[in-house]
């Protein structure tokens, strides 16, 4: 049975820092990409940050995205935060055909966690 668990969001004032977490079990973790989306209200879902299976992290401004493969683990890492960064964060696995890609597609992940709220104070 395929489980992801979401954990460390909450509230956080402007120009914080949140590192959120995935605990991944019930699939070959090595053998996936993964992903944090996030989805605000009245918005589209939008990819954060991917890593393929090759990589163990990858950055982009203010987040970092790591996986652990040894603790079937994913983090994101958000420093800087405002208050557009405010939305529902969620993990998500892709069965990856390539060590070297990720997708930023939402419809190529297979697996979803429920998701963990954090909102950004201004």
């Known amino acids: 049975q395929v489980q992801m668990v979401e954990s460390g969001g909450g509230l956080v004032q402007a120009g914080g820092s949140l590192r959120l977490s995935c605990a991944a079990s019930g699939f070959p973790f090595d053998d996936y990409a993964m992903a944090w989306f996030r989805q605000a209200p009245g918005k589209e879902r939008e990819e954060v940050l991917c890593?393929?299976?090759r990589n163990v992290y990858s950055m982009k401004g203010r987040f970092t995205i790591s996986r652990d493969n040894a603790k079937n683990t994913l983090h994101l890492q958000m420093n800087s935060l405002k208050p557009e960064d405010t939305a529902i964060y969620y993990c998500?696995?892709?069965?990856?055909?390539?060590?070297?890609?990720?997708?930023?597609?939402?419809?190529?992940?297979?697996?979803w966690g429920q998701g963990t709220q954090v909102t950004v104070s201004s």
């Open positions: 998500a696995a892709e069965r990856a055909f390539s060590r070297d890609y990720c997708s930023g597609s939402s419809a190529t992940y297979a697996f």
């Open positions: 890593v393929s299976t």
